[in-house]
């Protein structure tokens, strides 16, 4: 079955850091473009960033120049580096296929990031 297991979140001052891992499973990783998606508090899901499994990577006009997103496919795993943190990066952060086509089920817990002024 599909599975995905984030971790790294956490709560940190504005303008720190942090790096996000997620673990896959269930599926061909390899041939999947990965992207790590966030929900804020009262918002949508959104996606943040996305990477192809030819390592080709685009970010939200939000993420650009901050955050940096690679994959590892020899052990089905994706990271978010995130720098230069803001407020309005609070939020839980979730892995995923874009577009993700394995149903509501199969989205994992997230990792909640926490950003303080």
């Known amino acids: 079955q599909v599975q995905f297991v984030e971790s790294g979140g956490g709560s940190v001052q504005a303008g720190g850091s942090l790096r996000l891992s997620c673990a896959a499973s269930?599926?061909?990783?390899?041939?999947?473009?990965m992207g790590w998606y966030r929900q804020g508090p009262g918002n949508q899901r959104e996606l943040v960033a996305r990477?192809?499994?030819?390592?080709?990577?685009n970010y939200a006009d939000s993420a650009k120049g901050r955050f940096t997103i690679s994959r590892d496919n020899a052990k089905n795993t994706v990271t978010l580096q995130m720098n230069s943190l803001k407020p309005e990066d609070t939020a839980v952060y979730y892995c995923?296929?874009?577009?993700?086509?394995?149903?509501?089920?199969?989205w994992g817990q997230g990792t909640q990031v926490t950003v303080s002024s």
């Open positions: 995923n296929t874009v577009p993700c086509v394995w149903g509501r089920d199969s």
């Open positions: 269930g599926f061909s990783f390899s041939i999947n473009t």
């Open positions: 990477i192809s499994s030819g390592g080709s990577t």
